[in-house]
């Protein structure tokens, strides 16, 4: 109780009373991670007094300062997923590259499909918001809106930054020789194959992105892909320096990883009592809210069952409906208290699919984690936990009892896992404010500067061929073609002059 009461007080104390802003905040993907942490940014500014209303697929009801329009209906919402079909669609990038650009129209569409928002578009009241808070897409159907309401912009992205989104955001292309692109399956590019891929890579899904929204542009054009583009005046950003590697990025992209992390609440008696009463410590299963557990092929469920009962933890793990052949050390639920298990000093370890969410709250509680990604930014999320030594990562269809058995008993045996898992945690929660307090600050920032224009990189203003200097390569070109050819020209009247002397004597 005494840390919620001082978590709340850190964030009452950063913004003076009275002074208080009206946010219009829109989750545009219907999926749970992604409110989870759009509605952390949101928690954090209505605690600080600012009143927010909200267009969201997930209504959690309204409170104090804060009114909810409920989305659900205009989404296909992503929950508890077939894993195989999963991996099927989603699994490859080059293939989840053409259907994210494909998805994107979709979301696009359902977003202003919905009437209440045509309708506040529609009404031509430009001072009824202060500030707009949005979850961006692939390509920018977003300035549409905030060209309608007239106000500043902050993007809220729920993973690190979208590669190919990077350049249209902040006017900035990170390098593919040191940067590792979001859906790449490792942490650092380090080789010389890795950083070949990562550019195959970058340049693929630029071109496909593009690609795609020319072709829609031309044969199904919708009123925002005209929009004057509107940059983000902030972006706030769920990512760390635990889970992501040093690299440049622009004054406005604030990092803000881990902002989902409450006080810790009471476990469940007969859940405590499971943990507690297992002399050997536990180990929490889970594959999150998006893939459903219980759809694994046969023999891969047989391998995690066959591994997990010849340990001597129990083991929590998250599984819809009843399992047939449960082992005995094993306690199944569809929901568990993720963030309390994870904070208790019983749990060794931590198998996870590493989405963002899982992957902070290991993170701080210290806890070692088996990573076993499906798609998207899961396998990059778990290398960049196996680079700080605090992890071990597995591919879930070459998954055996063997590899299960052995993966489990290293981490749990060699200690390294667990001491780097607590540095891991130490450098995470050292910080200079919490990101809580980074998200209100910076909000604030914004409206007292009117946008924060002095932010925006300059490169924005670039075309894509001025960006990358070919501009200027290709005047250094012509000047050192043209000197190359006049000396050539020289040379050749030099030689034939010298010919022409000889014969004559």
Known sequence: MASLVLWLLSMWTIVPFGETARILAIETVAGKSHWYFMSSVLRSLTEAGHTVTVFTPFPDGNRTNYTEVDTSLDFPIKLDMDVMQTIQDFGEPFKLIGIMSKMVRIYCDANYD???????????????????????????CVSYLVNALGVPVIYSIPSPMITFSERLFTGHLSNPASVSNLLAYHAVPGTFVRRFTNTVLLTYSLVKTRYDQLVTLFTDPRPYDLAPTVNPSIIFQNSHYITESSRPVTPNVVYVGGIHLKPAKTIPKDILDFIEDSPQGVIF????????????????????????????QRVLWKYEGEMKDKPKNVMTRKWFPQREILLHPKVKLFISHGGMSGVYEAVDGGVPVLGIPVFYDQPRNIEHLVLAGMAISMDLLSTTREKLSNAISELINDEKYAKNAKIASNRF??????????????????????????????????????YLLLDVMAVVLTFVFLVTFVMFKVFKCIKAFRNDKVKTQ
């Not at 209100?440 to 990189?457: C, D």
């Open 114 to 140: 919905n009437r209440k928002l045509a309708d506040l578009m529609a009404s031509g009241i430009r001072n009824q918001y202060d500030l707009l808070i949005i979850e961006p897409l692939g390509f920018d």
């Open 285 to 312: 299963l889970t594959f999150g809210s998006t893939i459903k557990v219980s759809s694994f092929p046969e023999h891969i469920e047989k391998s995690f069952k066959e591994a997990l009962a010849n340990i001597p």
């Open 429 to 466: 929660k050292d910080r200079p404010m919490t990101p809580q307090q980074a998200v209100v600050y910076w909000t604030e920032y914004v409206i007292r500067h009117k946008g924060a224009p002095h932010l925006r990189s300059h490169a924005l203003d670039l075309t894509w061929y001025q």
